[in-house]
């Protein structure tokens, strides 16, 4: 160790130059990527964070896709139901339209939503003869098999029970008073064929859910209250930029009108819960941040009473970042921001070394002794830090090696800044500043305070006492600890803008949550019919209650082939085949022999003229060669339900594939939906992605990994300092083993559980309170040390404990850990010290 | 200083997130959706949006025409006779006649039986909500069709003459006045109405109702979205007594 201080000593200004050097070449390099250049360098796709083997090829695609969709639409409910509030309802869709271009929206109502809908069929309705729901294709099979000419030679005129129930229901509907929607006239669906089907496929698809009858208008009907639905697209990012916050204000411009009475107006978009966190992170930043920064400035200029420590601190620290992402940068493709966050908080932990600095510094005057002083315990701390930290690097997941990469070339720059830069800056010509205070006659207000404070007997005893307690009560509850990976963590959102999107979604009957299917292939027909099997056994599902709809563009455009199969199918029991006239056989006879079609036998009960057959026929037959693309109908899919569905050819950076969702609502059991592809046997073509649980067993995975590879790494360091200081580890140990055990402790008595922040708030505390350990072990538990971990300590406690005053979920995690386990690792550390310098102090004056 | 790097990152960092989480937090809680709250149609008339509409609506409406119909039957009474049909529909060379006894009960129940040139008897229960042709509930799609038991209670209501319910659909209108061959004296008691639907929703459905009687109805005629047309005259319509019966149970007089 003493070689190490001797080394720096004599090279330190060649060393210190070299240093710099590196710093301008990290300062070009993060300058040429972030500003020069224009890729973003920066990743916030939470699937960039699991290991690479566990990614699906494509998913990142379709990730982004839908949730791009997702993200960028904003519902609306305006509530009508009086003339008055009619009035507002339209002058509002009027001033969104009349500022539609300026804010680049897409404005549209329930009406133009019905409107595409009746567009789309109107264009389905041009391939009618290709579309058979299942259970018409099984009642034409029943006719056309008994319909068949050769059969018919034997069974002569018997009654065929297929046709005639056809047929009795055709002409019930014929006569009947009541009205019965009909897409089509009688001569070009005179079966109502396609009607059904329409029916049929979009049964559920939202058009007709809770729709009020009885109001003017398309309106929902919820709890007596009457909305109706404006829904808006608009582009560019929702979670920054000045456009959103335009937008924003125009809104809320907008909608206080509508907010004055009663329930008025429901909303729902991602856009406002990106705002509220935003509000609610700068609301917190100006309280907790501005409070805490306000401590830690008071705390430096009352201790050193100079603005050069503050100013040199946090350059240290700027630099150590800046190493840091600079290093990423140069390792990683691409930076992920979860990295920057927690990195920079670890990097926190080397705040240590500056602190440390100063106040050698100030008990010693000249910045070379002071340097040399705590070169040992810096360089300790440095290696526990690295270790604990580093260690994170052996894990699969990418986040978690960006994040130890980070922290360690972190950690590693703040020291080498301190060890080489600092002292060198304060020799030369920066002297003159009232650095040099700590003299016994120019007492600082808390060393002065730290020396009452050792004096107190009583405080001393109460505090052992109470830690004692509070330990002894921590291992008893210790097997209540929970854990908690759920997603809802994550949630940053207030809880009246959830319940508000919450009935937005019941009231419009979007129950989506977030599960869905992705199914790939290499050209469309057979993505279509690994789609179709798909959604068979997904029927099966709905009906057996496993979940309550799906949607799947195969259920509007079948394959080629099944599409050509209904066709024939309606040829031949419906429409009648005709036989080819270039063919043989003398075509009045086939004819004939065919013509036992129910359109022929609809028109004998109905009398209809042979023409009018006729014509039916013709439209019929003429119709043979048109086939429903999925191209075809893309455009009228616009606002339905089944809109984006189809993705179409999407790319990655291995696969081409053709690819469509089939988005599922109300699962009941994931488990039986994520197992299907491997029992339809389709699973190189399909899988199952359940956002929900995606995310929380992510999180798990993170923090199981954190706590198992910390733990590993804990041990290594406990094996260093075993070496270094023999018994005398225990002391070193001991404050921040208690600390983190109370803590732990602490959690389970008050049943708060423990989630993959929390640990990364414990990692902190682990690397803050060794380096209390270190500092005074190293030191003797001079004053100056003392000074240095408690200033540590309390800033620390000030700027991440003071997190636990926090509503947002993760930083409150965070900052519950680390107030306490600071508070108590420092207090433990400081009576252990205390005491023993205190029996040093004894040995040496008794003899 | 640090805390201030870290809080914009993690604040960044959040919000990036809280995209992700957006769509799948939501649900956690939506296990349990109100679902008393959905009704498609029915009944709620002492819902205050409705009796506005109602009031609204029957202020709109001439006012002669409410208090000289009164087509309400008493209790225990319900109405029977012929019909004779015309349906026009587009596509079909000629319209479909149809003829045949009906017999309806105040708002709630209507049997339709066609004697010629077919052999059909429809049952709508508005109470129970069952709509039976030949004994047969209306096939699954139909019933999907949510429209399906709201437009059995109109079509009972529009053979009843009973506007309370009307008034919830439709706009009325009163072309008593209007109409030259209503201006003779001696059929000051006859009126028409022409009926408009109040919603989109049953705007895909009905687009216009003229129904004319005088004691009783004596004319219907409905089109649809597809312009399709049903004229009904009703001939010999008398109101008889159930005396408690449900009204299919009585015995022809």
């Known amino acids: 160790m003493n070689k190490i201080v001797q080394c720096l000593e004599q090279f330190r200004g060649g060393l210190a130059c070299l240093w710099l050097l590196v710093i301008l070449a990290a300062i070009t390099l993060v300058v040429n990527h972030l500003i020069i250049s224009d890729v973003d360098r920066f990743e916030s796709n939470i699937l960039r964070l699991l290991p690479e083997e566990h990614r699906f090829p494509l998913q990142e695609v379709v990730e982004s896709k839908t949730s791009e969709t997702l993200s960028n639409s904003i519902l609306y409910l305006v509530e009508v139901g009086s003339d008055e509030y009619e009035t507002r309802y339209s002058e509002f869709v009027q001033k969104l339209l009349d500022r539609q271009r300026e804010f680049d929206l897409t404005v549209s109502t329930s009406v133009d939503a019905r409107k595409s809908h009746d567009l789309l069929v109107q264009t389905l309705s041009e391939y009618r003869y290709n579309l058979l729901t299942n259970a018409q294709e099984k009642q034409l099979k029943g006719i056309g098999l008994i319909g068949r000419p050769q059969d018919v030679g034997h069974s002569g005129s018997m009654p065929n029970n297929a046709i005639n129930g056809l047929i009795d229901h055709t002409i019930q509907d014929l006569f009947s008073p009541v009205p019965l929607k009909r897409e089509l006239g009688f001569n070009e669906d005179p079966f109502a064929l396609f009607s059904q089907w329409v029916i049929n496929r979009f049964a559920s698809d939202g058009v007709g859910e809770n729709l009020a009858l009885k109001q003017k208008g398309m309106t929902y009907q919820f709890e007596g209250h009457y909305y109706r639905l404006v829904w808006l697209k608009f582009t560019g990012d929702v979670f920054s930029g000045e456009r959103r916050k335009q937008l924003l204000a125009f809104l809320q411009e907008l909608e206080s009108p509508l907010h004055m009475t009663g329930q008025g107006l429901l909303r729902a978009g991602l856009v406002f819960h990106a705002a509220a966190g935003e509000a609610q992170a700068r609301r917190e930043m100006s309280t907790i941040g501005f409070g805490s920064l306000l401590a830690v400035l008071l705390l430096f200029i009352l201790t050193y009473r100079s603005f050069v420590p503050l100013v040199l601190t946090l350059l240290a620290i700027s630099v150590g970042c800046l190493c840091a992402l600079a290093f990423c940068l140069l390792l990683f493709e691409r930076v992920h921001l979860v990295t920057l966050a927690f990195g920079a908080s670890l990097i926190g932990v080397s705040v240590d070394y500056c602190f440390h600095f100063f106040s050698a510094r100030q008990r010693y005057i000249s910045s070379k002794i002071a340097i040399n002083r705590i070169t040992p315990a810096i360089c300790i701390g440095l290696v526990s830090s690295v270790l604990a930290y580093g260690a994170q690097w052996l894990t699969p997941f990418p986040g978690l090696r960006q994040m130890a990469l980070f922290s360690v070339v972190g950690l590693l720059a703040v020291w080498l800044t301190v060890v080489l830069l600092l002292p060198l800056v304060l020799s030369k010509g920066l002297g003159q500043f009232r650095l040099a ?94 789609e179709k099997a798909l959604c068979t056994a997904l029927d099966q599902l709905r009906q057996d209650e496993a979940l309550s709809a799906f949607y799947c563009i195969s259920a509007l455009v079948p394959t080629v082939q099944e599409q050509r199969d209904n066709y024939l199918l309606q040829q031949l029991a419906i429409y009648g085949a005709r036989t080819k006239p270039n063919k043989n056989e003398s075509t009045s006879i086939s004819e004939e022999l065919n013509d036992v079609s129910a359109l022929s036998v609809l028109s004998d009960r109905l009398e209809l003229d042979a023409s009018v057959i006729e014509n039916i026929r013709q439209t019929f037959d003429a119709a043979e060669h048109t086939v429903l693309a999925l191209d075809d109908i893309a455009v009228d899919l616009k606002n339905s339900a089944f809109d984006n569905l189809y993705l179409g050819k999407l790319q990655d950076s291995e696969h081409t594939a053709f690819v469509s969702v089939v988005r599922l609502e109300g699962v009941q059991s994931s488990n039986i939906l994520s197992q299907l592809p491997q029992q339809l046997g389709i699973q190189q073509q399909s899988f199952y992605v359940d956002k929900v649980s995606f995310i929380s067993t992510l999180l798990k995975k993170y923090r199981q990994e954190m706590i198992f590879v910390a733990t590993f790494a804990y041990l290594m360091v406990i094996g260093m300092l075993c070496v270094r200081y023999g018994m005398n580890a225990f002391m070193v140990l001991a404050p921040v083993v208690l600390g983190s055990v109370s803590v732990l402790g602490l959690m389970a008595i008050l049943s708060i559980p423990l989630n993959l922040f929390s640990v990364l708030g414990f990692m902190l505390l682990l690397g803050v309170g060794l380096d209390i350990g270190i500092f005074l072990q190293e030191s003797h538990a001079q004053g100056h040390a003392l000074q240095a971990v408690t200033l540590s300590s309390i800033t620390t406690v000030f700027a991440f404990g003071l997190l636990s005053l926090s509503q947002t979920p993760v930083l409150y995690s965070f900052g519950i850990v680390v107030l306490p386990g600071i508070l108590i690792t420092w207090l433990l550390a400081w009576l252990l010290f205390s005491a023993r310098s205190d029996s040093h102090d004894a040995t040496a004056v008794g003899p | 200083m640090r805390f201030s790097l870290v809080f914009t990152g993690v604040l960044k960092c959040l919000i990036l997130v809280a995209g992700v989480v957006w769509v799948s937090t939501l649900y956690a809680d939506d296990a349990e959706p109100d679902q008393s709250g959905h009704t498609f149609s029915g009944a709620s008339s002492n819902d205050a949006s409705i009796q506005s509409t109602l009031s609204q609506s029957a202020a709109s409406t001439s006012s002669a025409t409410t208090t000289n119909i009164q087509t309400f039957l008493k209790k225990n009474e319900a109405l029977q006779g012929r019909f004779e049909q015309t349906k026009s529909l ?147 319509v008398q109101p008889i007594r159930t005396d408690g019966q449900h009204p299919a149970a009585v015995e022809k007089p």
């Open chain 1, 437 to 530: 205070s700590g003299r016994e006659d120019t007492p600082s207000l808390i060393p002065t305070f730290f020396r009452l404070l050792a004096n107190r007997d009583l405080a001393k005893n109460l505090m052992v006492i109470s830690t004692i307690t509070v330990f002894c009560l921590a291992v008893l509850t210790f097997k209540d600890i929970q854990f908690e990976d759920d997603i809802r963590l994550l949630n940053t959102s207030p809880k009246s803008l959830i319940q508000q999107e919450q009935k937005v979604r019941t009231i419009t009957g979007n129950r989506s949550t977030g599960q869905y299917f992705v199914v790939h292939a290499e050209d469309q027909q057979n993505l279509l019919s690994a």
């Open chain 2, 90 to 236: 587009s596509g079909m060379p000629f319209p479909l006649k149809s003829s045949g006894v009906f017999r309806i009960a105040n708002a709630n129940y209507l049997l339709w039986d066609i004697k010629t040139p077919i052999q059909s008897r429809m049952e709508i229960n508005v109470e129970m909500g069952t709509f039976l042709v030949d004994g047969k509930k209306m096939d699954a799609a139909a019933e999907q069709n949510a429209a399906t038991n709201v437009i059995g209670e109109i079509i009972v209501a529009l053979f009843t003459s009973d506007w309370e319910t009307l008034q919830q659909y439709f706009v009325l209108q009163s072309e008593a006045n209007t109409a030259p061959e209503n201006t003779a004296p001696t059929e000051t008691g006859t009126w028409h109405m022409v009926l408009t639907p109040k919603s989109e929703a049953l705007l895909q459905v009905i687009q216009r109702v003229d129904i004319a009687g005088e004691r009783f109805i004596e004319k219907v005629k409905l089109l649809d979205q597809q312009s399709d047309v049903t004229q009904i005259e009703f001939f010999d």
